[in-house]
């Protein structure tokens, strides 16, 4: 049986472990690295000769990062042809949500300390979308061609310390190369490395954990020293655990010898004794240090957070956490951030994972490509599981200027960087290789996931691989048996949408650990049946957890016309997420929160119908249903109520007035369909175990528009620009009821603190500037997105709507 056990002007400081630890947040918290964020200098123009020092950028707008000019607006003034950032001569059409890539040009002055003289200095970027090249005083760095891995450049050679130095990156997004909105630009975060010559590697402090009992855990530590000077260098490396209250755990030291030009590879063994074991209820966090020093001065610290924790995955006991029985209840998710595009600010990177974990999901899968580095450091943090996913495509393209272009050349340093970064993370518990490839099942596919799980097993062996593979469309005639060989090389075996394969493929491969990597969200109930019943499917990855931009109206419901892939024009965003870009629960999730047993009780209303129309669903729609009993118009007419349920019964009552009584059950699909003439005033679903009223659920019609309320996800945050407050603005009647019938004109207002970074709504094909401080209600609900300036204080948030008093909401900044 298999089983698997598992300001613009920057002046760098003269002592290198003088910088904050602030300037990178969790995850490596290591006071080499400078946050290199600010004061940037941007033209959205393909211009030449703007990696020379000399050239004039005087007229370039300045901006912080990170940053998403395809999210921005295209023109200055909207048309039939482009509204807001939306322009029908975009080369990406539907697929990206109808946005413009191009070319970027990005630079930024600083001036290095004459120290610098004897460091070793790397520019490092997180991630930039797509093709990248970097100067420094206009000597060319190095070039990138993945928009999700990240990168740096030894610029050490390349500075004039004492001296204004400048930095040119040109980014371009060429042609159409994405299946979904990738965006534009440096999409995430930049630092400088400042080092001693003698120093651990980037990357290179590498935490594995074996829990020996329940009381002592021992923590291996390899870590790989780099000596990039002119002579022999020796020292000791003193290596140490800490608890999150900086206590020090345990403690070990070695003495090293590296020649010039040389790397060093140091095995360490230290203990933890009654550890607290990291799991998604509680993600505890310990820290592993690594220090060079040098007689007696430390001259290098480098630092990691982990998590001890076990993996256990096997056909027989399905997936373990800790020894734990744990049925992954997933979300694929794609990397933007809603109205902000694919900008990975840290809040907007931590609040997406916040959702899931509120609406019950436990994992995520990266789909279609690694993370940031925020995004995994929240996710250790607030104990949420990852499948980390490297490629959408391998040498077969998807789109004609795709990454396939240069995948022959730059898949093992992509794959690299991806695994390195990432191994430390006690989230990530699998590595996905690919999603539906091409080329999958034949020999070139065979061959190139052989390669890829080699590189991944050389680096880390203590976590399965995987690949999510679907349905032979891209190859007509060819039969789901030829699956096999694509799932020959892999631990995990992802099934995109073929829960129905199951059962015949466990009977042919018994050992075979299965997932559903991706599901339509109507089949969630037979998704999760197959997950709670056979200990080889270890979960199921709904596409998806949340909406996304791009691949524009992929979920959608259509009445008498022809099945249609997604939506023209203006729809924008894919629509098929259990929660929307603002953070909303959508009908869908209600339904998935009875079928995970989250919730007993839930009612929808069906939209009415366009007369003699029937209604139709895409793969990746939901029926059009709502939480909501204000129908103004419909008096009369008969509307469907479904009632989800795990309760035995269900009674619907309208008025006091009892409309029916029945039964629920798997037998039902947890459902309970009622025909109710539309009345105004309050629908009323009971549930009912052995005749006892156990739930209920209310829809309350609502008055007309009395007034906006607002309300912040946080009413205090940090001074920060990497911070952000998201401010929801509902507009409710007299009674304090939402009125979800009303789309409104909203106009904000912000204080000198802070900045309106974004605004908008819900609605999939509401094209709009979300730069402008207005936007309408959508289902009586937008979203404001206020960015802090680096001060502390206040901001205050005003919004105003005619015919209604103006609203006001403040935030405190620290």
């Known amino acids: 049986m298999k089983k698997l056990m598992l300001p613009l002007f920057l002046s760098l400081s003269l002592m290198l472990l003088s910088y904050s630890t602030d300037n990178i947040k969790n995850g490596s918290i290591n006071n080499r690295n400078l946050a290199f964020d600010t004061g940037w200098k941007f033209l959205r123009d393909s211009v030449a000769g703007a990696q020379n020092p000399s050239f004039d950028d005087s007229g370039w707008r300045i901006l912080d ?23 029908k001569t975009s080369e990406g059409g539907v697929s990206t949500g109808h946005v413009k890539g191009g070319t970027g040009w990005y630079r930024k002055h600083f001036t290095p300390d004459d120290s610098c003289r004897m460091k070793n200095v790397s520019v490092c970027f997180d991630g930039v979308y797509m093709i990248t090249t970097v100067w420094v005083n206009g ?12 990168f740096s450049f030894d610029i050490s050679g390349l500075l004039i310390p004492g001296s204004d130095n400048v930095i040119a990156v040109e980014v371009k997004n060429p042609g159409k190369n994405s299946r979904w909105y990738s965006g534009s630009g440096i999409y995430r975060h930049v630092w400088l490395t400042i080092t001693n010559p003698l120093r651990v590697a980037e990357n290179g402090l590498y935490v594995t954990t074996n829990l020996l009992s329940k009381d002592t855990a021992q923590i291996q530590l390899s870590v790989k020293l780099k000596n990039s000077g002119h002579e022999n260098s020796e020292g000791k490396l003193v290596t140490f655990i800490s608890d999150t209250d900086d206590r020090v755990i345990d403690k070990t030291e070695k003495s090293i010898e590296i020649e010039p030009d040389g790397t060093l590879s140091v095995e360490q063994s230290l203990k933890i004794t009654k550890p607290s074991l990291w799991s998604v209820d509680n993600p505890h966090l310990y820290r592993a240090t690594s220090r060079v020093v040098v007689k007696g001065k430390i001259i290098d610290s480098y630092s990691v957070q982990f998590g001890v924790r076990t993996l256990d995955f096997s056909a027989g006991r399905g997936f373990r956490l800790n020894d734990i029985p744990l049925k992954l209840k997933g979300a694929c998710m794609h990397h933007d951030n809603g109205l902000l595009g694919s900008a990975a600010f840290d809040r907007a990177e931590e609040r997406r994972i916040e959702i899931m974990k509120t609406n019950g999901y436990n994992a995520i899968r990266t789909s279609h490509n690694p993370p940031s580095k925020q995004f995994l450091d929240d996710c250790d943090r607030l104990g949420m599981l990852v499948i980390d996913e490297a490629f959408d495509m391998w040498e077969h393209p998807k789109n004609p200027s795709d990454y396939s272009n240069y995948f022959k050349d730059n898949w093992k340093n992509d794959l690299q960087s991806m695994i390195l970064r990432d191994r430390n993370h006690p989230s990530v518990i699998a590595w996905s290789i690919g999603n539906e490839i091409y080329e999958r099942a034949d020999t070139s596919g065979q061959r ?21 593979i679907c349905l032979f469309w891209d190859h007509p005639g060819t039969d789901w048996s030829a699956s096999a060989k694509a799932f020959a090389s892999l631990d995990v075996a992802g099934y995109n949408y073929e829960w129905r394969e199951y059962e015949n493929d466990h009977k042919k491969y018994p050992d075979r650990i299965m997932a ?20 080889w499917v270890i979960g199921d990855f709904v596409w998806t957890g949340m909406d996304y931009l791009g691949e524009s109206g992929i979920g959608h419901v259509y009445y008498d016309e022809n099945a249609s892939f997604s939506m023209p024009w203006p729809w924008y965003n894919a629509w098929c ?8 629960k959508k009908a869908q999730s209600y339904f998935r929160d009875v079928v995970w047993g989250r919730s007993n009780l839930e009612m929808a209303v069906h939209a009415p119908l366009p007369a003699g129309k029937k209604e139709a669903i895409s793969y990746w729609g939901w029926p059009a249903e709502y939480q909501s009993w204000n129908w103004p118009g419909e008096e009369g007419d008969t509307l469907q109520v479904s009632v989800y349920s795990r309760c035995q019964e269900v009674r619907l009552e309208l008025n006091g007035k009892v409309i029916g009584q029945k039964q629920t059950s798997d037998e039902t699909r947890l459902t309970a369909i009622f025909a109710v003439p539309y009345s105004a005033g309050e629908l009323k679903t009971i549930g009912m175990i052995n005749g006892k009223e156990v739930a209920t659920k209310v829809f309350k019609t609502a008055g007309k528009p009395s007034h906006l309320i607002l309300s912040a996800d946080r009413n205090r945050i940090n001074a920060d620009r990497n911070d952000l407050a998201y401010v929801s603005v509902e507009v409710r009647d007299k009674d304090e009821n939402l009125v979800p019938n009303t789309d409104i004109n909203v106009k904000f207002t912000v204080s000198d603190g802070g900045e309106l ?9 509401d094209m709009r500037s979300f730069r402008k401080p207005e936007c309408k209600t959508f289902n009586g609900k937008c979203l404001a997105i206020i960015r802090p300036y680096a001060k502390a204080g206040s901001i205050k948030v005003n919004a105003e709507a005619v015919g209604l008093p103006n609203a006001m909401i403040e935030i405190q900044t620290r």
């Open 65 to 87: 990062l990170p940053h998403d000019w395809s999210i921005e607006n295209f023109a200055d003034n909207d048309n039939v042809d482009h509204i807001g950032p939306f322009t």
């Open 139 to 150: 000597k060319k760095a190095g070039d990138h061609f993945y928009g999700y891995t990240p």
């Open 448 to 468: 190139i996931a052989g390669q890829l799980v080699r590189v991944v097993k050389s680096l880390d062996n203590s976590r399965p691989v995987a690949a999510a």
């Open 577 to 584: 997420g259990d929660i929307d870009i603002t953070g909303q």
């Open 516 to 535: 559903g990597t991706e599901s339509f969200p109507i089949e969630a109930f037979e998704n999760w049946q197959q997950v709670e019943k056979d200990s």
């Open 757 to 765: 970074l974004a605004s908008g709504n819900a609605a999939p094909d």
